[in-house]
């Protein structure tokens, strides 16, 4: 069916399109596409629908040159002969006459000769379809409504979940079709890669799990990742109302908007990436050493590798975490994180200020191509804008001088100061920079330098051209802009025109920049001479013609994910891909010598048609267009009635040394509760809650407490508070906490995997009749876990004696929680023959606040036989 369909399209592409929309019907198991009896395919329009004030105007074409010049399409030019109907009766809404583009020319970018409809007066909430009375022909189904995109926005989010990496994707928060096991889990891969330089040596070894795949390949890139989280970020800061904690990923429901749950899956990896490097400096990339796609992700057993700290990744770390920081300050659940991500972005600034002596010299060789696909390093005029991109938000942070200093000294040097050109290519370094002139203690003539040159873009992809007519979509870019990855730079031209209504430059014309940026929107969802909505699979969520195929590791040729139509499961839906390339390179005809707009097809195989050229997807597209929806969007209807307060908060178990289990009555909301907050007095203790009780276990030994509960909904207001609950935990416990002394003590767990034990063992023995013996499978572990945790202090130490018949890599580290982090991930160097004495400090282990588990962990993949004996932990 597949060779059959692609065969037609290429001979016939828009007949094509109506057996795309038959295949449609089947596709959602019945369910009719659209009321008219006939769709034709030259009526272009947003698939998705559109907000009730925006601006709407669909393209009526008749093709003029490109692959599909034999058509024709002679649309009713008469007095209101085009109608709005509503889809559910055929009710007749509005009724209107095209407008002709420039007198019937032929529009060189397209290839068509076209008409515009504009019916901006339908603002009625509603589903409808545009009708010709004259062909008796229509349009596809869209929306009128508030949230015409909230199905979209949720969509294009959830994509990020589909590129984790180290997380198995399963139901509930993946549709069956998208199930897969966790990747990259195997000894040598993410959670012991090892150095490109020294490939499978366990010393090299390092945790770098988590983080998202870059794009089609599975490969894990730090400066890759820079514009990605910025951007993300941004789509926060312009409407963190529509980013709800419902979009059915593993962290929804616990109190914290989803986009930055996503966020943070990927700032762990980068915090992973900088503790890997013991300098402040950030690694540079994860990956494989060839070029092999392999689906689903978790069938992939090749090891992995990692290319060292860089200057360029160091940078874009301070950038990212920086800027995170700002955002999640805010937030009372996120406050440690947040200034955890400061000192960090500033560790990582000192490093890169070291290293490249004083931002003098960079480092732009670090990636030879020996870790595919991309290469990442980057050139030092991009590494100098993100060093401006982290001074401005540690200023912003922390108010030093030395940042200010930075900036103010370098920003005119840096595009797009410098050749005054503010196009789409630095967009997230734009925003900071804008952001920056209402910052206190900026200087004035800085701020207004900044403004003003911003004030004097119009012509620049391009209000200007907008206001001339000079695309019949509405849309215009000039044609150097339709390369590789197009449509991220489409979406970014429509950021950059919103940056003047978003920092109220050029205010008068504020509601033209939303408008042209909305216009840019709605060629990306199908007003473009493709008719093609450029996101993946969306059939089941309002696209009549969706990307069907995706150029990706999971979704690849050839297998069940190939198509959304043909294939049995298809790719997720979604995913924004590359788009038209004028400049494509592979084996396929009708592509390069197509008008710029129609350079595209939709397909996804290799070397050497080259797909990856135009129908790849990539977290840094993904993410602008994310950044899009989030300006255009409207936030929900505004909520200001605050939940009930909880009730008959109670301890349900006796308090130990550092914890107690607490239980209360739920709380009840006009819309819904979605989380609940835990206060000691009038401190926050936990945030986010979503059950009607929890256990903690890191209070303090000794101390009183007075707990109450609060509630909180989607829209942040807060309940009274609950009844009061005062409880004393138990006294502290000894100076010394044995966890082995001939025994295993009794409140410790044998937590262990990979690892044959004997805690009875009589030969040899350091002190006492016992010791342990560890017969190691690689990578195993010897874990021990207390039942509640010990909490530290800053003199705490774990100690222990260590027995090695052969020289063996040891690696030590705690957990604060049963399934949390790990923290420390010393590598100790045990000797043959001999009892090693090994003496850790607290701040050795990570400085945890409290040591719940304790791993004394084989660093090598080598079955190996170890004995350990009088472990203990003092304080």
């Given at each position: 069916m597949k060779d059959k369909l692609e065969r037609k399209s290429a001979a016939f592409p828009m007949v094509a399109q109506t057996v795309v929309f038959m295949?449609?019907?089947v596709a959602l198991q019945g369910v009719t596409l659209a009321a008219p009896t006939t769709i034709t395919p030259y009526i272009k329009y947003d698939q998705f629908g559109?907000?009730?004030?925006?601006?709407?105007?669909?393209?009526i074409v008749d093709p003029q040159a490109g692959v599909n010049a034999a058509e024709s399409f002679s649309p009713g030019i008469g007095a209101n002969q085009y109608e709005v109907r509503r889809w559910s009766d055929n009710v007749v809404i509005y009724k209107g006459t095209l407008s002709s583009w420039r007198n019937g020319a032929t529009h060189q970018q397209s290839g068509d000769r076209g008409w515009q409809f504009d019916f901006s007066s339908v603002k009625t909430p509603g589903s409808y379809y545009i009708f010709d009375k004259l062909n008796n022909v229509g349009s596809g189904r869209f929306e009128v409504s508030n949230n015409a995109y909230g199905d979209v926005l949720k969509q294009a989010v959830r994509t990020f979940f589909y590129q984790r990496l180290n997380m198995a994707k399963l139901a509930p928060y993946a549709d069956t079709k998208w199930i897969d096991a966790s990747a990259y889990d195997r000894a040598g891969q993410d959670r012991s890669a090892t150095s490109r330089w020294a490939k499978g040596n366990a010393a090299s070894a390092r945790d770098l799990s988590g983080g998202w795949m870059d794009a089609g390949d599975t490969n894990k890139y730090t400066t890759f990742a820079q514009s990605a989280v910025l951007q993300l970020l941004d789509a926060y800061r312009a409407n963190p109302a529509i980013f709800g904690d419902n979009f059915n990923i593993p962290e929804s429901g616990n109190g914290l908007s989803d986009l930055l749950d996503e966020i943070k899956w990927e700032l762990d990896f980068l915090k992973r990436m900088q503790n890997a490097s013991g300098t402040g400096g950030l690694f540079l990339k994860v990956g494989v050493d060839d070029y092999n796609d392999i689906s689903p992700p978790s069938a992939d057993t090749r090891l992995r590798y990692y290319l060292p700290e860089c200057t360029s990744a160091t940078l874009a770390g301070s950038a990212m975490f920086a800027s995170a920081r700002q955002v999640l300050v805010g937030i009372p659940s996120?406050?440690?994180?947040?200034?955890?991500?400061?000192?960090r972005a500033e560790s990582a600034w000192v490093r890169a200020r070291t290293i490249t002596a004083n931002f003098s010299r960079f480092e732009e060789n670090c990636d030879d191509g020996d870790i595919k696909a991309g290469d990442a390093d980057v050139d030092q005029a991009g590494q100098r804008q993100s060093a401006l991109i982290a001074a401005i938000y540690?200023?912003?942070?922390?108010?030093k001088a030395e940042y200010r200093t930075f900036i103010e000294s370098r920003y005119s040097s840096l595009e797009p100061v410098s050749n005054n050109w503010w196009g789409p290519y630095n967009q997230p370094l734009q925003e900071?920079?804008?952001?920056?002139?209402?910052?206190?203690?900026?200087?004035?003539?800085?701020?207004?330098?900044?403004?003003?040159?911003?004030?004097?873009?119009n012509s620049i992809m391009s209000l200007t051209d907008y206001r001339s007519g000079t695309d019949l979509y509405r849309a215009y870019l000039p044609d150097a802009q339709y390369n590789w990855g197009h449509n991220v730079v489409r979406a970014n031209v429509a950021n950059i025109k919103h940056d003047f209504a978003s920092f109220a430059i050029n205010a008068a014309d504020a509601n033209t920049y939303k408008e042209l940026a909305e216009q840019h929107l709605h060629w990306l969802h199908g007003n473009n001479p493709l008719g093609l909505s450029m996101l993946s699979n969306m059939y089941a969520y309002g696209a009549e013609k969706p990307i069907n195929e995706l150029y990706h590791t999971w979704f690849n040729d050839g297998t069940v994910w190939d198509n959304a139509l043909?294939?049995?499961n298809g790719p997720a839906p979604g995913y924004l891909v590359g788009g038209p390339n004028k400049s494509y390179s592979g084996a396929l005809s009708n592509i390069s010598n197509q008008p710029p707009q129609k350079a595209y097809r939709d397909w996804n195989t290799g070397y050497p048609e080259n797909a990856w050229e135009l129908s790849e997807p990539a977290i840094y597209y993904q993410a602008a267009y994310v950044q899009l929806l989030a300006r255009l969007m409207l936030p929900p209807a505004f909520d200001t009635q605050a939940p009930t307060a909880p009730t008959s908060l109670i301890a349900t178990s006796t308090p130990t040394t550092t914890g107690v289990a607490l239980g209360w009555g739920a709380a009840t909301d006009n819309v819904r509760v979605v989380a609940y907050d835990l206060y000691n007095n009038s401190n926050l203790l936990v945030a986010g809650l979503t059950a009607t009780s929890t256990t903690l276990n890191t209070l303090t030994c000794g101390t009183a407490y007075t707990f109450t509960i609060r509630a909180r909904d989607a829209a942040g207001n807060i309940s009274a508070d609950s009844n009061s609950l005062k409880i004393n935990t138990a006294a502290c416990l000894p100076k010394t906490v044995t966890l082995y002394d001939d025994v295993l003590s009794s409140v410790w767990q044998d937590w262990s995997w990979d690892v044959t034990r004997n805690f009875a063992n009589t030969s040899p023995v350091k002190v006492g009749s016992r010791s342990i013996r560890a017969a190691f499978s690689g990578w195993g572990g010897l874990s021990l876990s207390h039942n509640s945790g010990i909490t530290t202090t800053s003199n705490t130490k774990l100690t222990f004696w260590a027995y090695a018949p052969v020289a063996t890599t040891l690696r030590v580290n705690i957990q604060t929680q049963d399934s949390g982090v790990e923290m420390g991930n010393v590598n100790i160097q045990l000797p043959a023959n001999q009892w090693t004495a090994v003496t850790l400090t607290r701040a050795q282990l990570g400085n945890p606040l409290?040591?719940?588990r304790v791993n004394l962990q084989l660093g090598e993949a080598q079955a190996k036989i170890v004995y350990f004996d009088q472990i203990i932990i003092t304080q």
């Open positions: 295949l449609a019907s559109y907000l009730p004030n925006m601006r709407k105007v669909a393209t996120q406050a440690s994180y947040a200034n955890d991500l400061l000192v540690l200023y912003q942070a922390t108010g900071a920079l804008l952001r920056y002139t209402s910052m206190s203690g900026v200087s004035s003539s800085v701020a207004s330098t900044i403004r003003t040159q911003k004030a004097a873009q043909t294939s049995p409290l040591i719940k």
